[in-house]
DNA sequence: CATGAATGAGTATTCATTCAT
DNA sequence: TATGAATGAATACTCATTCAT
């Protein structure tokens, strides 16, 4: 899934050994930077020298870095995107199957609500994909990628005899990515009156309902 | 739910009675020139002049009459949301109930297949509250009337003995709405690859499913 | 002097005549209106619609009436203008020569003080017409009419023995027309730190001392 | 007084050392290029393009420095207004009291002369004043300084016998200030009918009467 | 006479982008 | 590498002016 891990961020760290290391860290400081700031205000309503003051550096860094700023928009998708994953292994520890897509769902509540800034600007993200070309392509990959481990699982859920044989195990991966994000959606516009940990026992509760054999 | 009815346009229509009526029509073209070009480039990229000019007047009367890009978003908001509800009463043929509730769930499939248009504002504008305050205020509004009517199917379905007692109304509506969006979303942004038709069956089963007695 | 008398104003008054009655009548509310927004905001910061709207008309009438911004301003730099002399009658009390003079310089600060809505829209257009050549011309007029009395008291003062013989009259009544401007402007723009009353009598002083035999 | 001195421009001249240099010139020219329009059309009917453009540079340099055209005028009547007090010195020649107050006086007149571009703007500025806010603050502080070296003077003067005991120094100082004000502005509408070196000396002479023990 | 709808030119303002330091 | 000065295109916004009712 379209899983949310923070980065190792090494704000005042170790002796810079290279320029090459100095560029790596001020591009990721912009980086987390416009995160911030995107979270807050969108994807559009920013601009390139806001983010290199965010960031601690100069107005002009961001547009010498990433070009452009639909080039920084890119590169943020991709550098949130590729979060992706990273911490699905955290669900590794259930069997899989049935157990793990449970946990593999847990987990999406669990790390949005750890990290709403990411989560956040995922989210903005995904929305800027409806009407967004260029940021569609990542999207796409980032649905098959998130797709996939929920699909395995119910594969392997039936196989074991914990999930019902009829399940479509594609059309419901997808089915079930959409409502995690929907409810995400949902918490994210609402937060005072969602509370994100009904919603996740509920759609856990009513996920092994209709998976149930 | 966010239901969507296509409004009577008479683009070239009869004489205009009164200066009322010719504001009014002026109004109600330019929303819908802005509808257009928003589900096709988002809440952002387009010019007010623009629609002025798609609409068929001159650039300078969307400011002229929304006062800025903002105000003109926020009308197109209400617009769209406003139109919610309108369609609900076709799938009032159902009694009410799961039987309602399965319409009401089709005609959220339907009617985006139908008006895809406008569907996507809709979710350009849901996308859109995460990061813009003057929107979310619309959406939690929007959220209240849509979780309503499923709620309130959820209950009759409880006591006329179709669906679980156990279900908690309020929050399985939440997950429901919650549910249909994110399909939507997913549908909207690649629609090549994701069948409505099979999206929309795959969801009613699991549905039944986990609302079952 | 640019004396400044207010005009017989009949709001609710009498049964309107004639169309041209209620011309006249809705033009005078117009420069009214004008007359109190401009002592705020100088003569380029308002809208004609705002006048409109003030007076109690609607946001068309200005232009209908005036013509133009323009037509307007001129309008109200003519208005406020031929106010002048209307109320140097009342210092003809005061037998022609010194003692007069000294009543119209007095009546001058008099006048700022009783209507400084009027005396701010006189000094906006004297200030205006440093660079705008449409008012210089009135202002021109202004000033001929304001030293002619001025200067027609000095000799007076002179021939009865009141004022100095080696007077210049003509170049010192504008000079007094300059102070009386000046010390009047001063108060304008600051009327808690200068007290207008004070200032008069050192006026009026350094006037008797300058011109004394 | 509000004494004016001409700046060392040099439009064309050396390389420019370092960033901040550049910026310092740009500026600078900026406000030199606004100070030539301004003094022929006021504070006003000017735009932010045509000022980039006149000082050499693009259209966009104005507002990318001064923020808005407000920022702008503030700026212009800043640096008017802090030119004051710099020529000041060439009165000191005289003796404080009497005689070095008509130097100052004389000074005025023919420093406004001498610059009449500056004189232009610095009056425009204080026709604005009297309905912008911003302006007045600073004409506040330009007044205590003007006033302050005349009524020094007159203090001066008194104490060596060359000025009645009876002269109230602050007020006189408030009134002579205003005289020439109002003079100067009466020679910058009309200058063709108005000859400064007449009022000049009118102005000079009816001083010395008016303040003689 | 009076209203107010609609136009469209004029401009302030923003800011990505380029370029000199 | 990094800064920030300068550009100039894009565009929101204002509002006098025109015109239909």
């Given at each position: 899934m379209d899983a949310v891990v923070s980065t190792?961020?090494?704000?005042?760290?170790?002796?810079?050994?290279?320029q090459l290391e100095r560029r790596r860290e001020a591009e990721r400081r912009l980086l987390q930077a416009a995160e911030r700031i995107v979270a807050e205000?969108?994807?559009?309503?920013?601009?390139l020298a806001e983010i290199g003051e965010a960031a601690g550096?100069?107005?002009g860094l961001p547009a010498h870095y990433f070009g452009s700023k639909e080039g920084l928009v890119g590169a943020l998708a991709t550098h949130i995107v590729s979060?992706?994953?990273?911490?699905?292994?955290?669900?590794?520890?259930?069997?899989?199957?049935l157990e793990r897509l449970l946990g593999v769902a847990s987990y999406y509540f669990e790390s949005a609500g750890r990290d709403p800034v990411r989560t956040r600007v995922l989210f903005a993200v995904l929305g800027e994909a409806l009407t967004n070309e260029a940021l569609r392509t990542r999207i796409g990959e980032l649905n098959a990628h998130s797709v996939k481990p929920i699909a395995d699982n119910i594969r392997a859920g039936i196989a074991a005899g914990d999930?019902?044989?009829?399940?479509n195990a594609n059309a419901t991966a997808t089915l079930i990515l959409s409502g995690l994000r929907g409810a995400v959606t949902q918490w994210l516009i609402d937060p005072k009156h969602i509370d994100l940990k009904t919603v996740r026992a509920e759609f856990i509760a009513s996920l092994k309902r209709s998976l149930a054999p």
């Open positions: 190792n961020a090494k704000p005042g760290a170790a002796a810079r050994r290279s205000r969108g994807l559009e309503r920013f601009t550096y100069s107005r979060g992706f994953g990273r911490g699905a292994a955290r669900a590794e520890k259930h069997p899989a199957g999930i019902r044989k009829s399940v």
